[in-house]
């Protein structure tokens, strides 16, 4: 091997600690950017009912007491005398609530302390991502890549209101990512247990996680067949541990397995109808960077996102389409570095944008959004390799990622501007919080909701009143609501409600008159955000 001088060697590790130094510098700016842009958000909208699942079983654990029935399903055990969460689903393991813990027990449970916890966590990820790239693909795709998610607003508004444990996932993929590319580079064993211990977490922490291990291993083998070979044949100790760190992190989800495979197989049907154009628009909507003002928009009624216009649209997808058919022509005249990494990073996005398509019901943004970051990668990746080229190529590709950057902004500027002026319409309605907050301690009281999206938020932002969620039990005949004067029944207008039996129940008050007090609370722009129903005193 060839000889490196000591003074070439001291040279190249000062330059090297410049660029960390550059790169860290890079992400505190992005860091706090997000962080100011996110601060409105830290209390408006409202709590939405994904979100404070979560938050709920956390606090239960902060608090050693448990205000409440939670969802169906859901799983604890007793660490300590206080009801540790371990699955808030079948296939949804309880790591956003172990992320949350420690928060909840420094600053206390509060929705602003809730999500500036996720954002918290969605810049550490950030941070791996962009040292991973930096140590792979050097300094420049590092900040372009950093530069392109932090002002994408679907990764944006998912690191402040994140539900469908979004943000856990995509700093498991960061984590994995990161400590994949340190062992390829160090051969240091405790890198590759972290790769599989992220591995399994991410998996742990929701099953779909597969659909992402998958597909990059295929893409993997496709692009590196021969040196994955090579290295598990010279490295089989790290690949042992790498699988006892991936059974350590996937473990309690691994034991789910035969559970969700027999679900899977006696369900009614692979996909529903209109599942596929359901899925088409929300990956749409993901590139565009519309889907949290089109969800916000109409109140978070997914059926009706994309009837109406959305916010100014952003170049996020035309320039992932762009950067791919400008990767190919370069390909085919062989005039491109870094071919096979490219390469693996488009056809690791293409194989997990088949695997949601093919994944049944994942329909939501946190779905699609297992994709990321690879878009932000393969963009910055071709522009980074542009800036060898000449200065016209150069320019061209600089500008494309200023306005890419400044379509993002624009986009989350305008939602946020959307929030402000309504507090959050529907499910996302700030209104109820206030509810919440004027009953939170009033022990006389009992809520009941006769809808879903009203209960895990009253588990989370109160503690007196005693609450029910009958609903789960409900047939084709509703049973009549106990005239208590000391009962508060909740309601969603009809097109808000998801279950319908509350719009039935004001339906048939509003008829027939009597004793029942019907209450409309509003959000800022005078539209009704959901109902109570009392009955007053005899």
Known sequence: MMSIKPEAAGADASSRQRELILLLAAWVVLAATMTLLAKQNLSVPGLYYDEAVFAGLAKD????????????????????????????????????????????????????????????????ALLLLMLGIWRWLGL????????????????????????????????????????????????????A????????????????FAVFLIAVSLAAVFCYWRQLVAAIRQHSSAVALACLGFALGAGPMLSKIPRMFCLTVSGPHPNAPGEMTTKL????????????????????????????????LTLSGAATVIACF?????????????????????????????????????????????VYPLPQLIIAALVALAWNTSAPIRTTAVL????????????????????????????????FD?????????????????????????MFLTDGPQLSEPFWEFNQTLPPL????????LAHPAEYSVLKYDVAYLNQLQKSGGNAEITPYFDRQNEVAFYTIRFRPQ
Not at 345 to 352: F, M, P, Q
């Open 61 to 124: 654990f902060v608090t050693g007491h448990v205000h409440g029935e939670h969802m169906p399903d859901h799983q604890v055990v007793r660490l300590a005398g206080r009801p540790f969460p371990l699955f808030i689903q079948t296939y949804l393991g309880a790591l956003k609530n172990w992320m949350l813990i420690p928060a909840f027990r420094i600053f206390g449970p509060t929705v602003a302390v809730l999500r500036a916890t996720t954002l918290f966590w969605s810049l550490i």
């Open 140 to 191: 420049a795709t590092a900040l372009i890549a950093g530069a392109l998610l932090a002002f994408d607003p679907t990764f944006f508004f998912l690191s402040v209101l994140d539900w469908g444990v979004a943000v856990p996932s995509f700093l498991c993929r960061c984590a994995c990512f990161y400590f994949a590319i340190r062992w390829n580079q160090k051969r240091k064993l405790r890198d």
């Open 193 to 208: 247990f972290f790769v599989g211990l992220f591995a399994g977490l991410g998996f742990f922490n929701k099953a779909d």
């Open 281 to 312: 628009k929300t990956m749409l909507s993901m590139y565009d960077g519309s889907h949290f003002y089109r969800l916000m928009n109409v109140g978070g009624v997914f059926e009706r996102m994309y009837d109406r216009a959305a916010v100014p």
């Open 326 to 370: 400008v990767f190919v022509g370069l390909v085919c005249r062989r005039k491109l570095a870094w071919t096979r990494a490219i390469t693996l990073l488009i056809v690791s996005a293409i194989l997990i944008t088949v695997g949601v398509f093919a994944l049944p019901d994942a329909v939501r943004i946190h779905h699609a959004v297992l």
């Open 400 to 431: 494309l990622v200023a306005i890419v950057c400044l379509s993002g902004f624009r986009s989350i500027v305008a939602t946020q501007e959307l929030i402000r002026q309504t507090g959050g319409r529907g499910r996302w309605s700030e209104s």
């Open 434 to 458: 206030k509810f919440c907050r004027e009953n939170r301690n009033r022990s006389g009281l009992t809520i009941v909701s006769l809808d879903w999206g009203f209960n895990e938020q009253l």
């Open 482 to 489: 106990p005239p208590d004067p000391n009962y508060i029944y």
